[in-house]
Nanobody, 120 residues
Framework: DVQLQASGGGLVQTGGSLRLSCAAS????????IGWFRQAPGKEREGVSC????????VYADSVKGRFTMSSDNGQNTVYLQMNNLKPEDTALYYC?????????????WGKGTQVTVSS
């Protein structure tokens, strides 16, 4: 079965850092694009970043560019989201998801989220 498990969330002060992990099982991470998404209370889910497995390029939301970095360890079948200089507006439930293909696009499997809370 395809599974995605996000972890690494927590409570951090403004300006702090966290690294989220997304452990994938049931498929080969090297064959599919993986994305990070977040949803804050009362707001719609938004895309944070997405990494293509075809050429390794990563796209980021404007709100996180320069602060967040996505990486992958295909040997561990895990992707990471390094989040630096966190702001209160980054507070949200963060999810990872698998794309239908190796290119960013529609997602067919979603993991359970990990909560990130940034205090001011």
């Amino acid at each position: 079965d395809v599974q995605l498990q996000a972890s690494g969330g927590g409570l951090v002060q403004t300006g702090g850092s966290l690294r989220l992990s997304c452990a994938a099982s049931g498929f080969n991470l090297a064959d599919y694009a993986i994305g990070w998404f977040r949803q804050a209370p009362g707001k719609e889910r938004e895309g944070v970043s997405c990494m293509s497995s075809k050429d390794g390029t990563t796209v980021y939301a404007d709100s996180v560019k320069g602060r967040f970095t996505m990486s992958s360890d295909n040997g561990q079948n895990t992707v990471y989201l390094q989040m630096n200089n966190l702001k209160p507006e980054d507070t949200a439930l963060y999810y990872c998801a698998k794309s239908f293909t190796g290119w960013p696009g529609g997602m067919d499997y979603w993991g359970k989220g990990t909560q990130v809370t940034v205090s001011s």
